[in-house]
């Protein structure tokens, strides 16, 4: 993780802050800062999304191959992650400790979206137990300051919201072989539904507090923080803690309840912010990922 080195008494100085919800940017302890999200900005993806979080830059790429079903579940598609935390986010990110973070980021993705109700893995399948739809969902760390599983979490439901899929027809000769034909329009796709789709709230402990939207300086006073999967209904799918300090199980309940609170009302900003964007059409203007 990207970390900053703080004083003594500057660590007092947030630690107390928080104790009277008064944060140093002003916000209160259950208070996100300025999201910005922009869906539709690399040109060769099946769909995309970059998401900024204070300094915290997040760019997903979504890219759907054919591929064959698992054994297991030979009437589904499935879901690929793979993270690259980028040197030039953070110097720290050089090396292995980029490779490290980038699979515990993709671990936690993958813990998210392995249940039934996250995507609708059936409208993936092409022909049970012969073809299925891959989506390969790529995540570059641009820009790191502090609280990446939030921001990649929503980063990775706009690009999934903004994925579109060919649509296949499947052709049967007379002799049984199957031939497998793509619609040539670019409006004849498959959209997923991302309504179930979690998002994380990560809630960093704080003295006797805790916080959203931790910045790096605020996750340096932290030692145990509590990664909460929560659906736009409320409902949480995967709880997570990280740090080598411990939670009580009160504050734990807390925390969720908290969770639960500042997850739909993230929900509800988000889809409202793509549907909006979608419904301008190409009329809109693009900013793109190197603006």
């Not at 060919?166 to 040539?184: A, N």
């Not at 809630?203 to 790096?216: E, F, Q, W």
């Not at 990280?242 to 929900?267: A, C, W, Y």
Request: with cysteine; hydrophobic share 35%; net charge negative.
């Amino acid at each position: 993780m990207a970390s900053v080195a703080l004083s003594e008494a500057e660590k007092v100085y947030i630690m107390h802050g928080v104790q009277e919800d008064l944060r140093v940017d002003g916000r209160g302890c259950e208070d996100y800062r300025c999201v910005e999200v922009e869906t539709d900005v690399v040109s060769n993806t099946s769909g995309s999304a970059r998401v900024k979080l204070g300094h915290t830059d997040i760019l997903v790429g979504v890219k759907a191959e054919m591929g064959m079903p698992k054994l297991e579940k030979p009437n589904e598609g499935y879901l690929e992650f793979f993270v690259d935390c980028s040197a030039n986010a953070t110097p720290e990110f050089e090396g292995r400790g980029g490779d490290d973070l980038g699979t515990e980021i993709a671990n936690t993705l993958y813990r998210i979206f392995n249940n039934k109700s996250s995507v609708d893995l059936k409208t993936l399948c092409i022909s049970a137990r012969e073809h299925c739809w891959v989506l390969y969902v790529d995540v570059l760390l641009l820009e790191c300051d502090g609280n990446l599983f939030d921001a990649i979490s929503i980063a990775v439901k706009a690009a999934l919201f903004n994925t579109r899929i060919p649509r296949v027809r499947v052709l049967e000769d007379e002799e049984g072989s199957k031939d497998i034909e793509l619609s040539d329009d670019p409006y004849d796709c498959i959209r997923l539904s991302v309504e179930n789709v979690p998002c994380i709230v990560t809630l960093c402990k704080i003295g006797y507090r805790h916080v959203v939207d931790a910045t790096l300086q605020e996750e340096a006073c932290s030692l145990a923080s509590l990664l909460v999967s929560v659906t736009s209904k409320g409902v949480v799918t995967c709880l997570r803690k990280v740090g080598k300090g411990s939670l009580d199980p009160e504050s734990i309940f807390e925390m969720m309840e908290t969770s639960k609170r500042v997850g739909k009302v993230l929900h509800a900003s988000l889809q409202s912010i793509l549907h909006k964007e979608e419904s301008l059409g190409p009329r809109r203007q693009k900013v793109g990922f190197l603006g």
